[in-house]
């Protein structure tokens, strides 16, 4: 009788055991967020997959539709879209792009958790915030070596060193309808020398263009192969055609850098799944190891963290950056200045 008391005993202790394991795996598989979220974003096309890495760990459970495009047809895109838009969330846009749909009404009022590490120049300055930058990008001006000295030609380090009647046909930069970095590197000029001097300036500079492009990397590129030996463009991709062995230099020019802000928001909606979803995305959009991984590819970040930067990257950038640079009078002017520019220099954009 004791033996078969011990070994009922024993059963009920193993049957127990094994409804509590399969609770618990039960609970732990369901634990994390779950479903479909569909992103927005500008960011290089070749930075997505690395940039989403510790996200996809983080949260197996969340499928997400990336929807990639440059900052211009982006932003084209979503105005045109407005209230239904497909977006759940935006990921690293334009600053200023972010701040004109928000006077569309198009943004919902979030502060993703360590938000306050970010400094004041690169998020909303309302609270809650609007948008939270990810990292600044800027342009410089990138020229191949190589065939500069071919031409027995001076290497620009100044805005007004493009101007040279000898660059004449020699220089390419970004459209700045389709390009986010065209857009802030026309919106610096305009602010830095003011709007009469700043159009005066383009005009001038517009002799020398051999041609707009719609992409903000591109001109670095062309100055890489040599197609175009002088590039106003954006300095990471510059950097990862030194990197690859391209003859280029990166300048800095002395006057400062045009700047705006990879930004991340909340789209207004009404759904309130994809909602909390988005929220979790910006939360992570912002934490160390993301930031880290911006860092590494604009040498910049927005954020108080000190982390270590590429060799190829110019010392003291952010130093360098237009520090006036205002992103709300950006958004507002935004319409204005694209039509003025299209009117004056768009018969040199590139065929799409």
């Known amino acids: 009788m004791a033996k078969k008391m011990m070994f009922f005993m024993i059963t009920c202790v193993l049957l127990l055991s094994a ?5 618990d795996k039960s609970v732990s598989a369901g634990e994390g967020p779950a479903g479909e979220l569909t992103v927005y974003t ?23 539709k ?19 838009t497909e977006a759940d969330v935006i990921w ?8 004109t749909l928000d006077n569309k009404d198009m943004l919902k009022e979030y502060s993703p958790k360590g938000a306050e590490n970010i400094k004041e120049a690169f998020k909303d300055k309302n609270d809650p915030l609007k948008w939270t930058g990810n990292a600044a990008y800027m ?33 390419v930069m ?61 300095v990471y991709t510059a950097v990862q055609m030194k990197e690859s062995g391209a003859p280029v230099e990166i300048v800095l020019p002395e006057e400062g850098l045009g700047w705006d802000v990879e930004a991340n928001a909340l789209i207004n909606k009404s759904n309130q799944e994809s909602e909390e979803l988005a929220k979790v995305f910006l939360d992570w959009a912002i934490e160390e190891q993301v930031m880290k991984k911006y860092f590494e590819a604009n040498g910049h970040t927005t954020g108080n963290s000190q982390f270590e930067k590429s060799n190829f990257f110019p010392e003291n950038i952010e130093e360098q950056i237009y520090k006036d640079n205002d992103l709300y009078w950006a958004a507002e002017n935004r319409d204005s200045i694209l039509k003025e520019w299209e009117k004056k220099y768009g018969s040199k954009a590139e065929v799409e």
């Open 42 to 64: 500008a960011i290089e096309e070749e930075l997505i997959p690395l940039y989403l890495e510790s996200f996809k760990e983080k949260y197996p459970d969340i499928d997400l």
């Open 92 to 99: 690293g846009l334009a600053a200023s792009s972010l701040l």
């Open 139 to 171: 342009t410089g001006i990138v020229v191949n070596t190589t065939e500069l000295k071919k031409m027995e030609l001076p290497i620009p380090k100044t805005y007004e060193d493009l101007l040279n009647p000898e660059y004449k046909g020699l220089l």
């Open 174 to 234: 970004p459209h700045p309808a389709s390009s986010g970095t065209g857009y802030l590197t026309v919106n610096a000029w305009l602010q830095m020398m003011g709007e009469a001097e700043g159009w005066a300036y383009m005009d001038k500079l517009h002799r020398n263009i051999g041609t707009y492009t719609h992409s903000g990397s591109k001109p670095a590129k062309m100055a890489a192969t040599g197609e175009f030996p002088i590039a106003l463009t954006l």
């Open 19 to 23: 409804c509590s394991f399969s609770e």
């Open 66 to 84: 990336i929807v990639r495009d440059s900052t211009g047809i982006m932003t084209a895109k979503l105005l045109a879209e407005g209230e239904n």
